[in-house]
């Protein structure tokens, strides 16, 4: 797996490379497919995320969004990126290695999305690993968090195959869906052992 590598025109040199997947940040050329397979994916999503601004699929808000997006990269403070699948560069979802604290701390908390039409099939588990590798590896960090919903059991199944701990229980962590709820904490070192392969 590596970072900025020559890649063929659907997977692109700025890529991270999974198993069958690869990630990337965001491009102005994304807008449409992005926008598409969130709207498709909106009653899926729903009820993990935080209510969607009314003008959140727009063009102008994903111009925003890009713009932050590259500040943040810049500044070291999260690294966004797209999922796609390597076989026909299909957009699958999203994963964020965010909320980035250095100096004593190098950690940064993980968030992902996966579109509906792809959810279950393992896409996610292999962004998750590659991300994980790579951020350990590359970006140096010592330590990456990640929270789910209690009654999230797929998201708790993927963090606990991808070498995730369960750390505790944040009450009302996060405003998620309109409203304060509770989350399960997870967290993985770059000491601890690699989980074994395969899909989750």
Same mark, same amino acid.
């Given at each position: ?28 050329? #994304? ?44 500044? #070291? ?124």
């Amino acid at each position: 797996m590596a970072l900025f590598r020559l890649g063929t025109p659907a997977e692109p040199q700025h890529a991270i490379r999974g198993d069958g997947v690869y990630l990337r940040p965001l491009e102005s050329r #994304d807008h449409t497919a992005w926008a598409a397979l969130r709207e498709r994916s909106r009653d899926f999503l729903a009820p993990w995320e935080p209510t969607w601004p009314a003008d959140d699929l727009t063009r102008s808000a994903y111009r925003r969004r890009l713009r932050r997006h590259g500040e943040e990269m810049e500044r #070291d403070e999260a690294y966004p990126f797209l999922i796609f699948r390597e076989q026909d560069g299909e957009l699958l979802g999203g994963l964020t290695l965010g909320q980035v604290r250095r100096g004593v701390s190098q950690t940064a908390t993980l968030g992902y999305w996966m579109g509906e039409p792809f959810a279950g099939h393992g896409y996610m588990a292999r962004a998750v690993r590659a991300a994980v590798t790579y951020a350990f590896a590359n970006l140096r960090f010592h330590r990456i968090e990640a929270a789910c919903l209690p009654h999230n059991s797929r998201s708790i199944r993927l963090l606990e195959g991808a070498g995730f701990r369960r750390e505790g229980l944040a009450r009302a962590y996060l405003r998620i869906n309109g409203a304060w709820q509770d989350h399960v904490l997870f967290a993985r070192l770059d000491s601890d052992p690699a989980p074994p392969g395969g899909r989750i």
